[in-house]
């Protein structure tokens, strides 16, 4: 904890508490956001919702309205209750969902970005941040790499900002080149980049599957899909030799496919190395220096030990790191979502890989 | 062997000899097709290339063109020698590489079909195949169902043809209404759909990612993304509960992704299972009545272990039937491709689950 007390969570990591590596803090409307807006953007924004492929039932617990009704993840008192207390989270690293990559419009979306920057800082990062638990990201709209740079500039250096984040709803698989000015800039501050799912098919952003699927269900289970290609277009394109200090978190996007695709992209690289001669390794080798996974929705079969196994099999006490998605539909519990761990990697999951990719003490 | 004669193969199977799931017949030249059509298609087909995303070195084995010079595939006596008695195939499942559902016009996807169609029937099915090694495919153009029911239609009942095949390369998950017609006709006559890749991203098909790819290494390694989206499609859509007789085969499009992918659906079914009423058991439980995997191009980690394990998670003794891809680049070889494996799991994979998915003599 920076403020020093004594935190004994019950997830059982001790007194320095865990890390939660994706936490959803809400405006109370979009008010809160316009208020950061100039014109034109202040009319034209509406806030909310992104179209379709919504969760038929409910977005987010339906425990997590906060008392005064207000939207889940607007209550930062009721926020550290029901979430930070109760699991002794020692660090909250936020996401805020702006949904700023939708818009055909590149300054629209990078005043998006902006202002729910300006709007995270004065509150959940300042006013609302005595102890120091909240952690923020700096929203980016990828339609504008350009501008994403400068906006990356306007923040870093931020002493409660800690990451980049963009949505993995694309156009092009992230390893292109015009995406760099992003990349370059995260790099030269430190920063790592977070790619969240939930625009992807949406706006201007191409379905990443054979076409448009039909339900939730359908294009919630395949989001995972969109990461792994962005993730073969990271390495295939070079990006981890070209930015060296490059980080990237993937959140949200699954776990359990990462041995799968590095051995298929590992093999095609033993026959195809001469089509990327920049790779000075085999792809999976670029994982430890430059990957994390954050584990919600974390997979759970049947038998325990078959999550185990791949866990052995994806190295996870280097690359993954626990997030819970509060407060949407499939939080993960600290306490419920894992099957028993080893004590050693119950300790980098939950707490020390998280620490040593952010650089909060240990 | 249907002829009855005693055939021991190095794979080490027994008399029976393996069956292999995906061999690559060709034409000698466009001509061979063409000769099959009538106008005004005979005019405008002029075989052969996809577009974008070859193998920069070679699209096929070096040395598998054969000694008349002919394209790799197209000279029966040849893959003989080279291929089915070298490794002592019983079976060798022909898939052609038509291209059809490239083209914007359904009906010039439909001809292009149906000349694949004669010329294979024609050729390596009747006249090429004295002891009944070959067993054909009915090439079909998604793009016009009811054109591709027909084209089940006037080749089912034929002894050789075993199954229906299409490109995965698409603009709509397979699970979606329009295609039906295919999956009836597949379901009325008792054979099995087999998805093949080679045309995603190309023609009239959407790329399954997050927008094109850059290079064919990346291309190749996320073949396997569309493949996993048309099986979430096939199962949340309810496919094999409107078609109980209808089954899939996915060819050449990896394997071990299965297990990580139906953990993820079926953690969502139980939480969004009013959205897909029409499932009566768990997504994953579809699989054994429905779905079976060829194992070419086969993943292997650095540690056997990791793949059997795999293999184990995935009820691999059910789910998997041996392909080598002959005479791709990308070549299986039956007895180098795998890890040891236990006697009766080999036994299932290079030859008796074949055998009954196809019903081919035990």
Known sequence: MVTGES??????????????????????????????????????????????????????????TPPDGAPAGSNPDFLREQHVEEYGVAYAVLLPRAFC????????????????NDWLAN????????????????????????????????????????????????????????????????????????????TDGMGINVQPGPGYPTHYIE???????????????????????????????????????????????????????SEVPWLTRAPSEYLGDHLRLTTQPLERPASDKHLLNIFETMDAGRVLMFSSDYPHWDFDSPTHAFPKLPEGLRERIFSTNARSFYGFPA
């Open 101 to 116: 990559n939708l818009h055909p419009d590149p300054d629209f979306g990078t005043a998006i970005a902006a202002a729910f």
């Open 123 to 198: 509150t959940w990062l300042e006013k609302y941040n005595h102890d120091g638990v909240f952690k923020g990201s700096i929203t980016v709209a990828h339609q504008d790499p350009q501008a994403a740079a400068r906006e990356i500039e306007r923040w870093a250096g931020h002493s409660h900002f800690v990451q980049v984040m963009m949505d993995s709803g694309a156009r092009a698989p992230f390893g292109q080149r015009h995406y760099y000015p992003i990349y370059e800039a995260c790099e030269r501050h430190g920063l790592p980049l977070a790619i969240h799912p939930g």
């Open 219 to 273: 294009w919630h289970t395949c989001l995972s899909l969109g990461f792994q290609a962005h993730l073969v277009s990271f390495i295939t394109e070079g990006v981890f030799e070209r930015f060296p200090g490059f980080r990237v978190v993937m959140v949200e996007g699954g776990v359990s496919w990462l041995p799968a695709l590095m051995w298929r992209l590992d093999a095609e690289w033993k026959a195809l190395r």
């Open 7 to 64: 935190r004994v969570g019950s997830a059982g990591i001790g007194r320095e508490g865990i890390v939660d590596c994706d936490v959803h803090p809400s405006p109370r409307s979009a008010e809160d956001i316009k208020h950061h807006m100039s014109m034109p953007w202040r009319d034209l924004y509406k806030g909310g919702g992104r179209g379709f492929f919504n969760n038929p039932a409910h977005t987010t617990r339906l425990d997590s």
